[in-house]
């Protein structure tokens, strides 16, 4: 079975496209991921990767772990979630808007959180594409967008006009 944590470094590597900037999104060094790719490699018995000094691109069996791969992690990410305790009203919330709409909400939202001590919210400003981006890797927890998304991955409901 393929270890999780080092499927996680490899797609995530896959999606930022830089060993130093992959270790620090994950928290790690770069030798870290550098040591999480070579052991999937060497699990698979496989490259995963073609490596040309600094740059690299996947290789047919990369891209194909990475097609699922991202599934798979996605999925674990989203279990844990789902059995975790969830009380309302505290812990971290990742929300991304265009600066038209936080404009309208952040106010709100930081008496919310003044009223909720135990509630982080962390809130940033971005265009839609880049928000679409970030709710498909995972990386905010609700996206408002100023159109329908583009993504058929992610489904959208209008809430304001």
């Not at 404009?103 to 962390?122: N, V």
């Amino acid at each position: 079975m393929i270890n999780p944590v080092w499927l996680r470094s490899f797609c995530t590597l896959v999606e930022v496209g830089h060993f130093t900037r992959t270790a620090e999104q994950l928290h790690m060094t770069q030798s870290g991921v550098s040591q999480h790719i070579h052991k999937l490699e060497e699990h698979l018995g496989q490259l995963v990767l073609a490596r040309d000094g600094k740059q690299f691109t996947l290789t047919p069996s990369g891209e194909n772990l990475y097609k699922q791969g991202r599934e798979i992690v996605r999925a674990l990410s989203n279990l844990e979630q789902s059995v975790s305790l969830d009380p309302s009203h505290e812990g971290l919330v990742r929300i991304m808007s265009p600066g038209s709409v936080g404009l309208k909400l952040y106010a709100k939202l930081i008496a919310f959180q003044h009223k909720h001590q135990k509630l982080s919210i962390d809130y940033r400003f971005a265009p839609n594409a880049s928000i679409e981006k970030a709710l498909i890797n995972n990386e905010v927890d609700f996206g408002f967008m100023s159109r329908p998304s583009q993504l058929s991955e992610i489904k959208t409901q209008a809430v304001a006009q």
